[in-house]
């Protein structure tokens, strides 16, 4: 009963910057948690931010200091800011969202770190 729809992925140099949308549609009200993961070829899907309706907070060692996720409720959106982005962040974000006892995810977005 949820739908996710991520947008904002792309080529982007190494220390360049880059902003990930997912908007969420369906029975919104719901959902008490949502998230970004990422994955790379021959790695397993990994945490990259969490944030809940209270909006705490979570992130990956790894995008700390550099990844911050936000949410806007009247959007239905929430948001990931990337800066200092490196070769190693490149991968497929997916967009999550906890809705009552169930998980959704999105179809992914493409982010590659290059020069």
């Known amino acids: 009963q949820v739908q996710l729809v991520e947008s904002g992925g792309g080529l982007v140099q190494p220390g360049g910057s880059l902003r990930l949308s997912c908007v969420a549609s369906g029975s919104i009200f719901r959902i008490y948690a949502m998230g970004w993961y990422r994955q790379s070829p021959g790695k397993q899907r990994e945490l990259v931010a969490t944030?809940?309706?209270?909006?705490?907070?979570n992130y990956a060692a790894s995008v700390k200091g550099r990844f911050t996720i936000s949410r806007d409720n009247a959007k239905n959106t929430v948001y990931l800011q990337m800066n200092d982005l490196k070769p190693e962040d490149t991968a497929v974000y997916y967009c999550?969202?906890?809705?009552?006892?169930?998980?959704?995810w999105g179809r992914g977005t493409q982010v590659t770190v290059s020069s």
């Open positions: 944030i809940t309706t209270t909006r705490s907070t």
């Open positions: 999550r969202a906890n809705w009552g006892l169930e998980i959704y």
